[in-house]
Structures are given as C-alpha cells and as structure tokens.
C-alpha cells in the first residue's frame, strides 16, 4: 500500500520507517530542506528501543502533492497547529477516495481541517479522521534514528463524518491493530491528555527550565504537580459530560494505553511508566508543549466548556498566563468556537453538526 506521511519529526519518521520496514510505499513530506537532504543521503530510517527495524522510503520531498498523489492512506504527523495551514496546502492534490488520518488531531483537528477545505470550495469524497494520541512515544536521536520509547496498545480514533470511522479503521488495520472506534470526534478531541499533562509541566517548571535545569518530564512528577493536573483533568472530563461524554481520565488513561502501569494514582503511574521514563522536558518555554497544547487544547475545552456553561477556571488561568509567557493571544488564535464554526451555537446544536 503507499502510505504518505505528512511531517518528518518524532512520529513521522517512526511511521515511515515503519511503514516502510512492513513493506509498503512509503512516502515522506517534510518542509525543513536540510532534514530531507538527509533522509536522501541515508535511504533509510532505523527505529530501536522497543521495536526495531529499518525502512527505506519510497520517496522523501518537500511537495506534498507529490507525497500524496496515489496514496490509500495520509497519516499527518505535524503539530496540530499546523493543521490550517497543511489543509489549505493539500486540498489542490486530494483525490477521492483517499483517507487522510490527523495523527492526533488533537482538539477540534478534523473539524478545523474539514472546515478550511469547504471554505475553500473543496469537493472530493475523501476520509478524513483524526486519532487521539500518536501510536508510539518516540525521540528523534538524530535525523534518520528514531528511539520508539513505548508503542500504545489501545488508541482511539474517529472520523469526521463518524458514519465514515468504519472505512478508516479497514485502511487502518493493514498497518496497526491498536486503533478502537471512538462514537464520534467529540471522543477523541475531548480526549486529548497531552493538552492536560503539558501545560501545567511547563508551566510550573518555568524557572528550571530558563534556567537550563534540564530534568525528566514525566518520572520527575510531584505529588503536587499531578494533584493540580488532576484538577485540571476534571475541568475537562466536567466539559466533556455536558456533551453526553463519559471520558476516562488521565490517571486512567495512563493505565489504559500502556499495558502493566502500577501505581494507585496519576503521580505514580507517570513515575512508572517505562514509556515516560526516558522523556525530557523542553529546554526552553516556547515549546510545542505550550505553543501546540494551549490553542489546540486548552483553548477549545474552555470554549466548548463556555458553549455548555460549565466553568473551567484552571484551563482559563493556564491559558491567560501562557499566552503572557509568551506574549501571544492563545484564545484568539487557537481553536475558539468560531474558529471551528460553531460560534454562537448551544450543546444542542454543537451535537447536531457533529452528529
């Protein structure tokens, strides 16, 4: 099958070298010239850690038309802050019939993404789905050597239309058997755990972090740190209720996606988990942890939570005082109800356009 893959950092390169260690056509998109000069001169992507294999793409270019053209499926592996502007760059060169899966959408990523293509008079029947999480937890050694950290057991996925879901998981299961159907979009955006883990990390590690105090993401969790994020954790499952949504939480989830977690809390399990254990924090604040996690997640559980009139008063704090960090105005350019076309609309409502 030829696969395209959209973006060559952490999970683009360990899908395409996957992909293409697994016999199919892989083909990569990337938009840094030097990482694709790269690729050409190795031929091939190695993965070890926890699984280990090597692939040699079919193709690795800087034109996503030629990326995609013929591919069964587009996995898109960009930051979903990216989305808007990938969309407007792909609708020239989609075909019917192709499936294009957002690795993860994030919050709101199908639903932005459809909404540039019809604004931009796109007409094709094409599958357009976005999963919850990414398949591995990877880094980036150096281009073309991709440590796999951890690979997930089970990871929801959805379409947009939903009716669509069972077509994209028949594409999806010749290459993985970890994908489950999610009921709809809602799911898998409200599901969205790095919107909830990242931020408050970042955020009260700011110091350490400016100061180059380089520590581990994850196994450095605090007992305080994970109770706040448990709080936050709850604005969001609270939100996702008002939608008829009954979420795992993030303590939970940790348990769900990684076989064998131990641990009676979410400090623990975080501490626990191999596929964390290696993880370090970002050495500086502007960091996708912030830039990618705030408008394409925090930004859009408030929103939907203010759609809904239920309130979410850490996610708005983390949200003010990021967007002061870094002097960018998150809600404005993030994923808002308006952004996403429903601004205005009630739960009600909200639901019927999803449905």
Same mark, same amino acid.
């Given at each position: 099958m030829k696969i395209a893959v959209i973006g060559a950092g952490n999970g683009g390169q360990a899908f395409a070298g996957y992909f293409a260690s697994q016999g199919h056509e892989a083909c990569v998109c990337e938009a840094r010239t030097e990482v694709v000069e790269r690729l050409h001169e190795l031929g091939e992507i190695r993965l070890e850690g926890r699984m280990t294999c090597v692939g040699k793409p079919k193709l690795v270019t800087e034109n996503v038309g030629k990326a995609i053209e013929g591919a069964e499926l587009i996995m898109v592996t960009v930051t979903a802050n990216a989305h808007k502007v990938l969309a407007k760059q792909m609708l020239s060169y989609?075909? !019917?019939? =192709?499936?294009?899966?957002?690795? #993860?959408?994030? /919050?709101?990523?199908?639903i932005e993404f459809k909404r540039v293509l019809e604004e931009n008079g796109f007409n094709k029947r094409i599958y357009l789905a976005e999963t919850q999480t990414l398949v591995f937890a990877c880094r980036i050694v150096e281009t073309g050597l991709v440590n796999i950290i951890g690979v997930k057991d089970k990871v929801l *996925?959805?379409?947009? #239309?939903? @009716? !669509? /879901?069972?077509?994209?998981?028949?594409?999806?299961?010749?290459?993985?058997?970890?994908?489950?159907?999610?009921?709809? *979009?809602?799911? /898998? @955006?409200?599901?969205?755990?790095?919107?909830?883990?990242?931020?408050?990390? *970042?955020?009260?590690?700011?110091?350490?972090? +400016?100061?180059?105090? =380089?520590f581990y993401f994850y196994r450095e969790m605090t007992p305080g740190l994970a109770r706040l994020i448990e709080k936050v954790d709850a604005e969001r499952i609270a939100v996702a209720k008002a939608y008829g949504l009954d979420i795992i939480s993030a303590s939970d989830w940790v348990s769900y996606?990684?076989?064998?977690?131990?641990? !009676?809390?979410?400090?623990?399990?975080m501490r626990n988990n191999p596929a964390y254990y290696e993880i370090l924090a970002p050495t500086k604040i502007d960091c996708r942890q912030i830039t990618e996690d705030i408008p394409t997640g925090l930004v859009p559980f408030s929103e939907f939570g203010k759609a809904a009139g239920v309130p979410t008063p850490l996610i708005d704090a983390t949200i003010t005082i990021? @967007? +002061?960090?870094? =002097?960018?105005?998150?809600?404005?350019?993030?994923?808002?109800?308006?952004?996403?076309?429903?601004?205005?609309?009630?739960?009600? +409502?909200?639901?019927?356009?999803?449905?």
């Open positions: 989609l075909a !019917d019939n =192709q499936v294009v899966v957002l690795n #993860p959408g994030r /919050t709101g990523g199908a *996925v959805s379409a947009y #239309p939903s @009716s !669509d /879901t069972k077509v994209v998981l028949k594409k999806l299961s010749h290459v993985f058997d970890c994908f489950y159907a999610a009921k709809n *979009v809602l799911v /898998t @955006s409200f599901e969205n755990i790095g919107a909830v883990f990242h931020p408050c990390v *970042v955020l009260f590690n700011e110091a350490a972090i +400016e100061r180059g105090n =380089q996606a990684y076989k064998d977690i131990k641990g !009676d809390n979410l400090c623990e399990r990021c @967007s +002061e960090l870094l =002097q960018k105005d998150f809600r404005k350019e993030g994923r808002n109800l308006k952004n996403l076309g429903f601004g205005g609309l009630n739960v009600e +409502e909200i639901l019927k356009r999803i449905n």
